[in-house]
């Protein structure tokens, strides 16, 4: 059996096409024996094919003498610190995040929390799942519920980034898009007032509900974006919060309801960090990279760049001790945090911030002025590769600088674009930033290249 459902480095697909109960068995049993596991954490997002694909690997994992350890309903960063506290040989969540209603899928790591190598252990389950030669099952296997005291330990983890007694009276709109982010929000809310925080929070969407009624939560898209403004200003909040559907992104809104980029995110925690770790490593993806290693640089620190993609960013961050990585796409991973991405732990770092220097709007805006940038364009061509070669010619001949890292980055000096294809959908993704300047323009060009027809 082929299994298409194999990307990168994680499991995705299609339901009834390229994933099912009968494969998400497959995987399950192949996690077991291609990596040896005899642990393994479990969690799952709220769609309304999660249970069942959770069902199934949790069983295939019993058959195969594994202990599951059974988060329920989580986000991936809590399977990712469960994994890693609780010493489990692999964790598992099941998890489409923001693709359309009818996918569906699985993260997957190793000890510490570790990504999958793709070339070696997601190979190995992969051709173990396709095989399905799993011989007879074996005894000793059982599931166990964990949620509760899991859930406890990672909230007690993502509160010790910030100096609770620090923070300063806050109104927060937070939208969990009706994922996976309610419950866990929640916990971390409630101790954050046992604590005495005097922070006050108005909730949209908060209730996990896998139809989604009020569309895929993916605030990345801008269409998602204005139901979250219009709370912020409504309420009269220091700045808003939305998550995606396993709540491993977070996306700020400043107290005006504007949209605050990733990069300029990025930027700021780096500052943040590197107050605290003077000298330390920061990693940064390269698509847009400008913002990032200008505050790096004028903050004493050393700025690292990695290929897109958390497999990418978590062994650039492993190889180099950094204390913190960040992508523009609103991904942020922390090194006391087993080097994963989190979504709760930046909104935390936020609210210490402006609780302490200000309105986010104000901690962003000179960022914003001196290194303007695009957003993320997306592009469906049907031959990505060969878009990506051609416009490189076209620029490579007055470029100061190219770089292949993740697709094709061209510096024109006081401009610079980034063209990748996509690790997880069909698409080409462009980027473009500048030093002072408007990049609209920059983009109109760049698009109508993207769109010419091929000669």
């Not at 309610?182 to 007032?193: E, K, N, S």
């Not at 004493?300 to 180099?320: D, L, N, P, W, Y």
Request: net charge negative; proline share 5%.
């Amino acid at each position: 059996m082929r299994l298409s459902c194999f990307k990168t480095y994680d499991v995705r697909g299609r339901l009834g096409v390229d994933l099912d109960a009968a494969i998400a068995h497959r995987i399950g049993r192949a996690v077991a024996e291609a990596l040896g596991a005899r642990r393994v954490v479990l969690g799952r997002d709220c769609r309304a094919s999660s249970e069942e694909l959770a069902g199934a690997v949790a069983e295939a994992l019993v058959a195969a003498g594994a202990e599951v350890l059974d988060l329920g309903l989580a986000g991936t960063e809590e399977m990712y610190f469960a994994t890693g506290h609780l010493e489990a040989d692999a964790g598992i969540c099941v998890t489409a995040s923001h693709n359309p209603m009818d996918y569906n899928g699985l993260k997957l790591v190793g000890r510490g929390a570790r990504p999958l190598d793709p070339a070696t252990e997601l190979a190995a389950v992969r051709a173990a799942a396709e095989a399905g030669d799993f011989g007879p099952d074996r005894p000793g296997g059982r599931c166990r519920d964990i949620a509760g005291e899991a859930r406890a330990a990672y909230v007690e983890r993502v509160l010790s980034f910030v100096d609770v007694a620090a923070l300063a009276p806050l109104t927060l709109v937070v939208n969990a898009g009706n994922g996976a982010a309610g419950p866990t929000f929640d916990a971390i809310a409630g101790a954050l007032a046992a604590r005495g925080a005097p922070l006050r929070f108005h909730r949209i969407h908060h209730d996990p509900d896998g139809s989604f009624p009020n569309g895929i939560p993916n605030p990345l898209l801008p269409e998602n974006r204005p139901v979250t403004a219009q709370a912020v200003r409504a309420h009269g909040a220091d700045f808003g919060i939305a998550w995606d559907g396993d709540f491993d992104r977070c996306f700020f809104f400043d107290h005006a309801g504007g949209f605050v980029d990733g990069e300029y995110v990025v930027g700021l925690l780096a500052e943040a960090f590197l107050v605290r770790h003077p000298g330390a490593s920061i990693i940064h993806d390269p698509r847009v990279i400008w913002n990032t290693r200008d505050v790096v640089a004028v903050a004493g620190g050393r700025a690292v760049q990695a290929r897109t993609g958390h497999a990418f960013i978590k062994q650039a961050m492993r190889e180099s001790d950094a204390i913190y990585g960040g992508e523009m796409s609103a991904h942020h991973y922390f090194r006391d945090f087993f080097h994963c991405d989190s979504g709760m732990i930046p909104w935390l770092l936020i609210a210490e911030l402006v609780s302490q220097r200000g309105p986010l709007a104000d901690l962003v805006a000179a960022r914003r002025a001196a290194f303007p940038s695009s957003g993320e364009i997306n592009f469906e061509v049907a031959d990505p590769a060969a878009v990506i070669a051609r416009l490189r010619h076209e620029h490579a001949p007055e470029a100061c600088g190219i770089d292949e890292t993740d697709g094709v980055s061209l510096d024109m000096g006081d401009w610079r674009f980034n063209l990748r294809a996509s690790n997880t959908e069909p698409v080409l993704r462009l980027n473009v930033e500048t030093r002072g300047r408007d990049p609209a323009p920059l983009v109109a060009a760049l698009r109508a290249r993207i769109e010419a027809p091929a000669v």
